[in-house]
């Protein structure tokens, strides 16, 4: 650790804080983390900190934070990252309420990039939140703290053992009774995020977090249009990532991000008929799930690609 002097701490969770640091042999500001000194002798702990280095390095994309450097010393594990100066989603949501549609989609869309990404590495996030979305001071979306991810069995059974992890918030209904939860739990999560950012609110709001999950697992969502002004096709693609069950989801982010192009693309905001973009979007989306069952595969990744692009042309024939 000699080669990073630290400065001042800038966050802290419940197993680790995070402090600027400089690298003295690059010459360059970075963000150390540190596992809590209480926890270093936790075996658990140790393994979901280590585990977050690798899940995290495994992710590269420029909407997700750049890990640099891992190791540990007498003082325990820490990790080494790109340091972000700007704010959280949560700092702007506090300060600035419902951000509007044009705002959201543009934020939704560096977001949905990330989670993509990470998708297609083999990642789940499993902790979409507003506190773990950057906003750097020239706007560029940076998602963070891969620390209960899970790249596999062996994670899974690492960060979970039948437990809930996650904030309840933002908490998909299969992940709300234990189970791990795969990339449809993250797109339920970011649909989440997406509907807090149209609305300045979480859909469901209780006393305790016991309601909160029993909420996600039984009560259908009340529309984004009841608490701001959302476009028609917005409103049905957040609905649909907001799906009790994980197969009537968007798979991944990668088919989020599709349907998101195709409902807030330049065909459909020169049409203004936004619902004419979502029914071509579902008629792409049968003919990729008609063309492979199995959709983790690459030839299903492939479909789906094929699915957002159909979106898009079908939109401007529709219209034209």
């Known amino acids: 650790?000699?080669?990073?002097?630290?400065?001042?701490?800038?966050?802290?969770?419940?197993?680790?804080?995070?402090?600027?640091?400089?690298?003295?042999?690059?010459?360059?500001?970075?963000?150390?983390?540190?596992?809590?000194?209480?926890?270093?002798?936790?075996?658990?702990?140790?393994?979901?900190f280590a585990q977050e280095a690798t899940a995290a390095s495994r992710v590269r994309h420029p909407n997700v934070v750049t890990v640099l450097d891992a190791g540990?010393?007498?003082?325990?594990?820490?990790?080494?990252?790109?340091?972000?100066?700007?704010?959280?989603?949560?700092?702007?949501?506090v300060?600035?309420?419902?951000?509007?549609?044009?705002?959201?989609?543009?934020?939704?869309?560096?977001?949905?990039?990330?989670?993509?990404?990470?998708?297609?590495?083999?990642?789940?996030?499993?902790?979409?939140?507003?506190?773990?979305v950057m906003l750097d001071e020239g706007g560029r979306v940076v998602l963070t703290d891969f620390g209960i991810a899970s790249s596999g069995r062996e994670d899974a059974r690492v960060t979970t053992e039948g437990a809930v992890v996650g904030t309840v918030d933002y908490l998909a209904p299969e992940r709300a009774i234990g189970q791990p939860g795969g990339p449809a739990a993250d797109v339920y999560s970011l649909g989440l995020v997406v509907y807090e950012m149209l609305t300045g609110r979480t859909p469901f709001r209780g006393g305790n977090p016991v309601a909160v999950a029993l909420a996600h697992m039984s009560e259908p969502p009340p529309p984004p249009s009841n608490y701001a002004d959302v476009p028609p096709a917005l409103e049905a693609l957040v609905l649909e990532a907001l799906a009790k069950e994980p197969g009537r989801r968007f798979p991944s982010a990668m088919e989020f991000l599709a349907a998101l192009d195709a409902a807030t693309g330049p065909a459909a905001a020169a049409t203004g008929e936004l619902a004419i973009v979502r029914r071509s979007?579902?008629?792409?989306?049968?003919?990729?799930?008609?063309?492979?069952?199995?959709?983790?595969?690459?030839?299903?990744?492939?479909?789906?690609?094929?699915?957002?692009?159909?979106?898009?042309?079908?939109?401007?024939?529709?219209?034209?």
């Open 72 to 93: 540990e010393d007498a003082s325990g594990p820490y990790l080494v990252m790109e340091l972000v100066r700007g704010g959280t989603l949560r700092d702007v949501l």
């Open 95 to 132: 300060r600035d309420g419902a951000l509007g549609a044009e705002r959201a989609v543009e934020i939704a869309s560096q977001l949905a990039g990330a989670l993509a990404a990470a998708h297609r590495a083999g990642v789940t996030h499993r902790d979409i939140k507003p506190e773990n």
């Open 281 to 320: 979007w579902r008629r792409a989306r049968r003919f990729a799930h008609r063309f492979t069952r199995e959709r983790t595969s690459r030839a299903a990744a492939a479909a789906y690609a094929v699915a957002g692009s159909m979106s898009t042309y079908l939109a401007l024939l529709l219209v034209g």
């Open 1 to 48: 650790m000699s080669r990073y002097e630290v400065g001042e701490r800038i966050a802290s969770g419940g197993n680790a804080s995070v402090w600027t640091a400089h690298d003295r042999r690059l010459g360059r500001q970075v963000a150390v983390k540190r596992l809590h000194p209480h926890l270093c002798d936790d075996a658990k702990a140790r393994a979901r």
